[in-house]
């Protein structure tokens, strides 16, 4: 049965920002290191540029999960930050469920590290409470292709929305002409090859 098409609204989301700390991000071979970073990155970019609320969590971060990333602290310094004592799936921690809830949004924008189990135990967790959940399945990282598509099909099959960063970027804009340069911008300081394009443009720009 086809569902009806659920579209991001900039107005209703929220960013989750699950489990990406330094012992974690070791585990992730599904994606070349590099660009998963920069997915990490572009994600959390994206969400500041759209002025989303946005929440970090941690798992048992004194432990060999590690700390945060350092860069996702320094972009969102004032953001609700829930070190986890224990709890493997974020949403078993009230004080994660409550931020999440107090931005009052009922669109969700989730990733994390691993994807079977600290992106889908939360995404679950939220679709069975009646939120609408993206996954950014570019921003979030496993062991292999094996779990990671196992996790795909169970998030999905639940009702999940299954989208890239910039994918997600370009539903949230809906229009270029609301803002050529922040978007472009965005884009080519996460995609060389955009980078090139939006040089191209401003070029053009300049010679007219």
């Known amino acids: 049965m086809n569902k009806s098409y659920v579209r991001l609204d900039r107005n209703e989301a929220a960013v989750l920002m699950v489990d ?43 432990g060999p999960n590690g700390p945060l990333m350092t860069e996702l602290k320094d972009t969102f310094p004032e953001a609700p930050y829930i ?8 949403w078993d921690n009230e004080d994660f469920v409550k931020a999440v809830k107090a931005t009052g949004k009922k669109q969700l924008i989730v990733a994390g590290i691993v994807t079977e189990v600290c992106v889908a135990f939360p995404t679950l967790s939220a679709l069975a409470e009646g ?19 196992a996790a795909w099909d169970r998030m999905s099959a639940a009702g999940a929305q299954l989208m890239t960063w910039f994918g997600i970027a370009c539903e949230l804009h809906r229009d270029w002409r609301n803002d050529v340069d922040g978007l472009g911008s965005l884009f080519a300081n996460h995609i060389p090859d955009y980078r090139n394009l939006i040089n191209s443009h401003t070029f053009m720009q300049a010679a007219n």
């Open 83 to 90: 070190a986890r004592p224990g709890q493997i799936n974020a």
């Open 131 to 149: 939120f609408d959940v993206f996954v950014v399945t570019d921003a979030s990282g496993t062991f292999d292709p094996i779990t990671r598509a």
């Open 20 to 62: 990406h700390q330094a012992g974690l991000m070791s585990l992730v071979r599904d994606i070349d290191p590099d660009k998963f970073r920069n997915n990490v990155l572009a994600t959390a970019d994206l969400a500041k540029y759209f002025d989303l609320p946005t929440i970090l969590t941690t798992s048992f971060e004194t």
